[in-house]
């Protein structure tokens, strides 16, 4: 027995509890961050979900790929254009960009959990319509003026709706999704849409128990930069505006509350390099990151 199986099995010990809590119920997590990138951070990623689907929870996957797709756009000599710090994505990016999520990271992803004895399937948001997109244009302030102006990104997208019945057919004959977070609009064009957007708007549209964001960063730290276990909604804007949750985590408790805000019970912001992070959050009474609830 490994290391990391004596470590599962000491998780679970304690499990029982939380088993009947989540039993038949649907987690959503999001995968990304720089620890896709490593193999073995990966295989245990895709025992932890197997794990999970053995002992009756449903778990739906949707991932990332940044250092994938800054890799292929590297060896593809495909130059990267940016406004007021923003990547704008053009068709050759566009066309990158799904050929690595949807390709190679997708299969990759969905492989690690059925190597585990689970069995797990690598779609897309356009397959089944999963994910009617949207143009996202983002309003910056011009320095000079100091007047708002629309900046165009391209072929960057946001979810306008989602169509769940492609994910209920997976899940009733228990197949774990694994969703690369490109979808198209209804005239076809596909747009690259953020992995956390998509997670969110999924586990919305599922009225998931869970919405689990693996990230690069222990959760949302406080001013006195300790980790914070458990926040309210209320407490969260609190802290957008006193201005402590700032850069980079806002647009992750903001996707937090709005999945909440269409029914998930609660979504949590954790480390994914940590070892066996998912089954530590949901199966122990520590936790591993930061609670966001209604």
């Not at 000491?10 to 509890?17: C, K, M, Q, R, S």
């Not at 999520?101 to 779609?123: C, D, F, S």
């Not at 244009?137 to 990104?153: K, N």
């Not at 609660?266 to 936790?287: C, F, K, M, N, Q």
Request: hydrophobic share 45%; charged share 20%.
């Amino acid at each position: 027995m490994t290391a990391d199986t004596n470590e599962q099995m000491e998780i679970l010990a304690g499990a029982l509890p939380f088993l009947k809590r989540y039993d038949d119920r649907i987690v959503v997590v999001k995968y990304g961050g720089h620890a896709m990138g490593e193999e073995e951070t990966a295989l245990r990623f895709g025992r932890d979900i197997a794990l999970l689907e053995q002992v009756g929870v449903t778990p739906v996957v949707v991932h990332g790929g940044g250092p994938q797709i800054n890799a292929m756009l590297k060896r593809l000599n495909v130059q990267s254009t940016f406004v007021q710090g923003l990547r704008v994505t053009d068709q050759a990016m566009l066309d990158v960009v799904e050929m690595v999520l949807a390709g190679p990271v997708n299969k990759q992803v969905a492989e690690a959990i059925t190597r585990a004895g689970a069995m797990a399937v690598g779609i897309s948001g356009k397959d089944g319509g999963l994910i009617r997109a949207r143009k996202v244009t983002r309003m910056v302030r011009d320095p000079d003026s100091l007047t708002e102006q629309a900046l165009d990104l391209g072929f960057v997208g946001e979810p306008e709706a989602v169509d769940t019945r492609l994910l209920k057919l997976l899940m009733g004959a228990d197949i774990i999704p694994v969703v690369a977070p490109v979808g198209a609009d209804g005239q076809g064009q596909t747009y690259n849409i953020n992995a956390d957007t998509v997670a969110g708007a999924i586990a919305g549209a599922l009225g998931a128990e869970r919405l689990l964001m693996l990230t690069d960063v222990a959760g949302v730290k406080g001013p006195d930069g300790a980790l914070i276990a458990e926040m309210s909604v209320a407490e969260v804007k609190a802290g957008i505006t006193a201005g402590w949750i700032s850069a980079g985590m806002i647009p992750k408790v903001e996707t937090c509350i709005y999945a909440i805000e269409q029914g998930v019970k609660g979504a949590v912001i954790l480390d994914g390099r940590v070892s066996h992070a998912v089954l530590r959050e949901l199966l122990t009474d520590g936790g591993a990151g930061t609670l966001i609830r209604p």
